[in-house]
């Protein structure tokens, strides 16, 4: 093969990659702790006794859960201006995660919480427990720790499916790689580099998920 | 220009599904397999199988199925090893697949009680016994319903593909959008056709969900 | 129906065979494999975009077939993205990228450039009630274009720092980005405007500035002395001939300028 491999091809444009991979990162962070929080919610609705809240909820988990994150995407960016809601690529890419992520924690947080003991609700009602305290401390608690390792690779995966964003120009890693191969061409070296760094980006996203829940779920048992 | 008609949108985009349909199915089933392979070995406990298996896992679970297979499909050959599209398709949706499949399953086997295999092992069976028939049974009761919605994820996966230059539903819309400039029309179609494979799909997830549950109490 | 069984079954079928690459000079193997293939775009009218039964069909591919058929080879058309393009090249799963490919220094080092075989003008374009006659009067707006397009490369090159260049995928997303308002402005091809024009939008992009003329070239693989020559022997006769005025005039709608 005539191909002559190239790495320092990439450097002169080090910046594009390490901008893509703090945007990135912005777009994770927002997108996982407001999705989450959506998630809660939606899982809160889900669980309680309102039909019709519920039933709407069901509607918007199916309908982002069974479609693809670029269609949803691209609905956001391109669609919502012709009602005169204008975003930003950036703010489209926010809201696209969030909306996604928001379905999937849903269903996820759902499990965790069908699977609190019935038992257990009633002994914190006979406790004299307000209906906000029994679900924050006796089935959301509980629940968010049995399926924190299903929420953290869920946030793994929405972090790596941003890639997608750079379709609608938000400048994030794969936008990064994209943009240095097309001015030189270096489609290899750039591709290696940049899965390189996504693999570093989501060991450490791990991490920080593990230390995270054994900090909201491990220190609260001794207490 | 050409002119596409919603009829000539919609046909196109049905011949393109079925590439969508023959990789999701692909990938699921020799994914289903290497990652059950990779459960038992992993089971069975050699430490150096278990790092090796870890990786793997954080491997292929942590960097972007487009990116695995633009390195299997463009890399190999420049180590003298030339793959067709569909070689390299099938070898990375499968990598990516039992990534995720052996991981789900793994919490699986292990939400089985530790007494179970002691149970199992003091009536003298070996590791091929007790999984057979003690924990295997018991850990795909809980196994079904997460592992039919992670094929919900494959199929919305397989549109990478593109990259290796298959023309499955999401590289056809973006054709069509390129030759009509009519995107709202064509991806709402795209939208539309991948909400009828996977919502079936998410629906059999649900129906065996609470199946089990009922089981279970 | 049953040419996706065959196509599903042949695909199957190629798993098992076996695999080489050849290493003899392009134009060798080409002529002993009687087939000639090329990657061309089809997301990118009038050079390369699909028709309702999605075959690519454009400006590229005509000149592919051109090609092809001066070699007396058969031609394989295999439909490429600006991400994967180059790479089919540097493999050798294609001999030769018909991709209104532009020219720059960082590029040459990859591949090599023929001789141009089609006019291509960008330029800035946009509603009528935005003034801008160079690039300095950009200042403030934002830009839309298809990334790492040539008209991107030298847009950054010339435009004052807080012009807002925003860069999409491919030319939908250009596209989309203008007509739905996301961008004031679009960098493109002159003759990308005149189609976006021809479907009487509400909004128009109606000429501005030309950033450049930047014609197209055919990208072979280096070190290719002997398939290059040819490549080029054949753009020149066909010039010569009329046939390549013919395709430009098919669909660019104009005549070969005397000079590409």
């Known amino acids: 093969m005539a191909y002559k491999f190239d790495f320092g091809a990439i450097v002169p444009h080090w910046e594009l990659l390490v901008d893509g991979m703090i945007l990135t990162a912005e777009l994770t962070v927002i997108g996982a702790v407001v999705g989450v929080g959506l998630g809660i919610m939606g899982a809160w609705a889900r669980a309680s006794r309102a039909p019709v809240i519920s039933q709407i909820v069901g509607v918007y988990v199916e309908l982002i859960r069974n479609t693809p994150f670029l269609v949803q995407l691209f609905f956001i960016f391109f669609g919502l201006p012709a009602l005169g809601v204008k975003l930003t690529e950036f703010q489209a890419a926010v809201l696209a995660m969030i909306v996604n992520l928001g379905a999937y924690s849903t269903e996820i947080i759902r499990a965790g919480i069908l699977a609190i003991p019935q038992g257990q609700i009633e002994a914190a009602q006979s406790l004299a427990m307000n209906r906000v305290q029994i679900f924050r401390y006796v089935v959301l608690l509980p629940a968010l720790k049995k399926i924190w390792p299903a929420l953290s690779s869920q946030i793994v995966i929405v972090m790596l499916g941003s890639s997608v964003c750079s379709q609608i120009a938000a400048e994030e890693l794969t936008f990064g790689a994209n943009y240095i191969q097309a001015i030189n061409f270096r489609a290899f070296e750039v591709y290696f580099v940049v899965t390189g760094l996504y693999l570093v980006m989501s060991i450490l996203l791990r991490m920080g998920l593990k230390v995270l829940g054994n900090y909201l779920f491990e220190r609260r048992r001794h207490v | ?217 | 129906m049953k040419q996706f069984f065959k196509t599903a079954i042949a695909a199957v079928a190629m798993l098992a065979a076996p695999l080489g690459v050849a290493s003899a000079g392009a134009l060798d193997s080409i002529s002993e494999a009687g087939v000639l293939k090329v990657a061309v775009p089809q997301d990118f009218p009038p050079f390369g975009s699909v028709g309702t039964d999605m075959q690519p069909k454009g400006y590229d591919i005509d000149m592919a077939a051109l090609i092809a058929e001066d070699l007396g080879v058969k031609l394989e058309l295999v439909p490429v993205t600006s991400a994967n393009r180059i790479p089919y090249l540097t493999t050798g799963k294609v001999d030769l990228v018909i991709s209104s490919l532009g020219k720059n220094p960082d590029r040459e080092k990859v591949i090599d450039f023929s001789a141009p075989y089609a006019p291509f003008y960008n330029g800035v374009f946009g509603p009528a009630d935005i003034s801008a006659e160079k690039a300095d009067d950009l200042a403030g707006m934002s830009v839309g274009v298809t990334r790492g397009a040539i008209e991107d490369l030298e847009l950054t090159k010339i435009a004052p720092a807080d012009v807002d260049i925003k860069r999409y995928e491919d030319n939908n997303g250009t596209i989309s980005a203008f007509l739905s308002g996301q961008v004031d402005l679009i960098a493109t091809g002159n003759v990308t405007a005149a189609a976006i024009i021809e479907r009487n939008p509400p909004r128009k992009p109606e000429p501005k500035f030309l950033i450049k003329n930047s014609p197209c070239y055919v990208g072979l693989n280096k070190e290719e002395p002997e398939f290059m020559a040819k490549v080029n022997e054949i753009i020149a006769a066909s010039m010569a001939d009329g046939r390549l005025n013919a395709i430009a005039e098919k669909w660019l709608g104009i005549p070969l300028p005397e000079k590409l």
């Not at chain 2, 590439?19 to 089971?43: D, H, K």
């Not at chain 2, 697949?97 to 069976?125: D, H, N, P, Y």
Request: proline share 4%; charged share 10%; hydrophobic share 55%.
């Open chain 2, 1 to 217: 220009m050409s002119e596409f008609s919603l009829w000539d949108i919609v046909y196109n985009l049905l011949l393109a599904g079925r590439w969508t349909v023959l990789l999701s199915l692909t990938a699921f089933v020799l994914g289903g397999i290497v990652g059950l392979l990779l459960l038992m070995v992993r089971t069975a406990g050699n430490p150096w199988v278990v790092r090796f298996v870890r990786g793997y896992v954080e491997l292929f679970q942590g960097t972007p199925l487009l990116m695995q297979l633009f390195i299997v499909f463009f890399g190999l050959p420049l180590i003298g090893l030339d793959v067709s599209p569909w070689v390299a398709a099938t070898f990375g949706l499968t990598l990516f697949t039992s990534a995720f499949l052996t991981e789900i399953w793994r919490g699986c086997v292990e939400s089985v009680g530790k007494g179970q295999w002691e149970a199992s092992a003091s009536l003298g069976m070996n590791f091929t016994q007790q999984m057979r028939y003690i924990v295997l049974p018991q850990a795909l009761r809980i196994a079904i319903p997460p592992t039919v919605g992670f094929s919900v994820q494959v199929v919305k996966g397989t549109a990478v593909a593109s990259i290796i230059g298959f023309v499955e539903l999401t590289k056809a819309g973006t054709m069509i959008t390129n030759a009509t400039y009519a995107p709202f029309t064509v991806y709402g179609c795209v939208a539309v056709m991948y909400f009828l494979i996977c919502y079936p799909l998410s629906l059999f997830a649900r129906h065996l969900e609470g199946k089990f549950r009922n089981v279970a109490r």
